[in-house]
């Protein structure tokens, strides 16, 4: 059984018989986000329409519009930091993003202009030409089924199992500024030059402290799958290693990219229409005196 994919399409089928534990549970994590977007502390989380619509008509009456407080960008030019690793200096996370041009999607992330309301998709237009551009997301394609990336959820208190929830440690890099001439140039953390595909954004830091950075079930990264192992070998332990670092605001200190979990299923379903299925890992963690370490605990790939 599953116990933490919540890019499970289980929870996003229009299957008119799904469960009412489903339903329970899509309310549940649409609640948790409503409440992150209140406190603007993970910005793509936020789902006010999608709340409204499981109070008002249960959950077979979502709607996929990416209305407010979504934005999404047609066919610009951004960042992708999904599954971007970081570096951290002076508690800001600098991560190491990919360039991509197509369609993408953020929070309105809006502010008022002398020449009128601007949001998200606006900035980074004006970026093109002027030196910078937005991070925004797009499911990173490597993620899906037999590719060799994975979604891997780091455990909350729901389920953490017989471990212990992971001590909350990941770059949150929604809206964050990237600026192109970090493009094929050397940063600190990071071996190899970048790539004229590859750019560094600025991000903060999310922790335990901050409020909205994890839900019940935990929070979400990316890291190295590989399909072709033995099955229970297919998960890599230093993805899991990632979700428990343990002191991520310290200067050169090394995150992930994350988000609670769950953003990014919501931000596919809006963006695509769907979520395909995904390569899917599970990690366990331990604490011995009073030191938190993180493994594989088991593979949820469909």
Not at 47 to 74: E, H, K, N, Y
Not at 216 to 227: K, M
Not at 232 to 253: F, K, L, W
Not at 276 to 288: A, F, H, S
């Amino acid at each position: 059984m599953k116990h933490s994919a919540i890019f499970d399409n289980s929870l996003l089928s229009n299957n008119p018989v799904r469960t009412v534990s489903g339903q329970f549970r899509l309310k549940s994590l649409a609640r948790g986000i409503m409440i992150r977007w209140v406190f603007k502390a993970a910005p793509i989380l936020a789902a006010v329409q999608l709340l409204t619509a499981v109070s008002a008509f249960g959950a077979d009456a979502l709607s996929l519009d990416p209305a407010p407080p979504f934005a999404i960008c047609r066919n610009q030019r951004y960042a992708l930091c999904a599954a971007a690793s970081c570096f951290v200096y002076n508690q800001v996370a600098y991560c190491k993003c990919d360039v991509l041009r197509g369609d993408s999607i953020s929070l309105q992330l809006s502010y008022s202009s002398p020449m009128g309301d601007r949001n998200v998709c606006d900035v980074n237009q004006q970026g093109r030409r002027n030196g910078y551009m937005v991070s925004t997301f797009s499911l990173p394609p490597d993620v899906k089924k037999g590719g060799p990336a994975a979604v891997y959820t780091c455990p909350g208190t729901d389920d953490a199992g017989t471990g212990v929830p992971a001590p909350v440690a990941y770059g949150q890099c929604d809206g964050a500024m990237c600026f192109t001439s970090s493009r094929g140039t050397r940063f600190p953390g990071f071996a190899a030059r970048l790539s004229n595909r590859e750019i560094m954004c600025s991000c903060p830091v999310s922790t335990g402290a901050t409020p909205g950075s994890s839900d019940p079930l935990g929070y979400q990264i990316f890291g190295p799958y590989h399909p072709k192992a033995p099955a229970g070998s297919r998960c890599d332990a230093s993805a899991c290693e990632a979700c428990s670092v343990a002191n991520p605001t310290a200067n050169g200190a090394s995150l992930k990219v994350g988000a609670p979990t769950g953003s990014g299923s919501f931000l596919t379903l809006r963006l695509d229409g769907s979520v395909p299925d995904l390569n899917e890992c599970l990690c366990t963690c331990t604490t011995t005196s009073n030191v938190t370490t993180c493994t594989v605990g088991q593979d949820n790939t469909p």
